[in-house]
T-cell receptor
Framework: DTAVSQTPKYLVTQMGNDKSIKCEQN?????MYWYKQDSKKFLKIMFS???????INETVPNRFSPKSPDKAHLNLHINSLELGDSAVYFC????????????????FGPGTRLTVL | GQSLEQPSEVTAVEGAIVQINCTYQ??????LSWYQQHDGGAPTFLSY??LDGLEETGRFSSFLSRSDSYGYLLLQELQMKDSASYFC???????????WGAGTKLIIKP
């Protein structure tokens, strides 16, 4: 059973299009994340979502929006795709970090390789 | 701003011991984590230090000195499968998000 799953695994699209990436976790975690990893392997947090509290990295363009239909899902919508959006996007989940005694273990999905042409 | 420094690449021989250092300058700090990522794969959690000292998990150990803003990952009895990138990451106490280093590519030679 996959703990954190993402679809699609690969996404190739044209500039200007709108696309979505889906993420689901079956670990019962309270917090989910979206990361972007560029070609130089820099991992950058984009969003974290905990019990309907959204924390946004201020450098993320507003073309990116997370949507959480329930605690087990956090989808990423991207509007007006640009060439610079090409990267691997990882979804992750963890227990609520604010709980006493919790350790920092984030479980990552397999990643979605987005290529914008 | 927030910054984490780690070497970009380290080379070691199979069966040897290697240490990957990480220094950080962040506006807050809750703990230091280490993750492993194989090429084409996802990051996987290795260890976490919230307090000073050494944490040991099998062949891997991680150390933290909060006063020095410094930590390291120690890998013993290196195996070819340990060839991967290793990331240190600071868990921020303000928003519980991870700030990541640029990663260290570990190359293991037979």
């Amino acid at each position: 059973d996959t703990a954190v799953s993402q679809t699609p695994k690969y996404l190739v699209t044209q500039m200007g299009n709108d696309k979505s990436i889906k993420c689901e976790q079956n670990l019962g975690h309270d917090t989910m994340y979206w990361y972007k990893q560029d070609s130089k392997k820099f991992l950058k947090i984009m969003f974290s979502y905990n019990n309907k509290e959204l924390i946004i990295n201020e450098t993320v363009p507003n073309r990116f929006s997370p949507k959480s239909p329930d605690k087990a899902h956090l989808n990423l919508h991207i509007n007006s795709l640009e060439l610079g959006d090409s990267a691997v996007y990882f979804c992750a989940s963890s227990q609520d970090q604010r709980l006493a005694g919790s350790t920092d273990t984030q479980y990552f999905g397999p990643g979605t390789r987005l290529t914008v042409l | 701003g927030q910054s984490l420094e780690q070497p970009s690449e380290v080379t070691a021989v199979e069966g040897a011991i290697v240490q990957i250092n990480c220094t950080y300058q962040t506006s807050g700090f809750y703990g230091l984590s280490w993750y492993q990522q194989h090429d084409g794969g996802a990051p996987t959690f290795l260890s976490y230090n919230a307090l000073d000292g050494l944490e040991e998990t099998g062949r891997f150990s991680s150390f933290l000195s909060r006063s020095d803003s410094y930590g390291y990952l120690l890998l013993q009895e290196l195996q070819m499968k340990d060839s991967a990138s290793y990331f240190c990451a600071v868990l921020m106490d303000s928003n519980y998000q991870l700030i990541w280093g640029a990663g260290t590519k570990l190359i293991i030679k037979p």
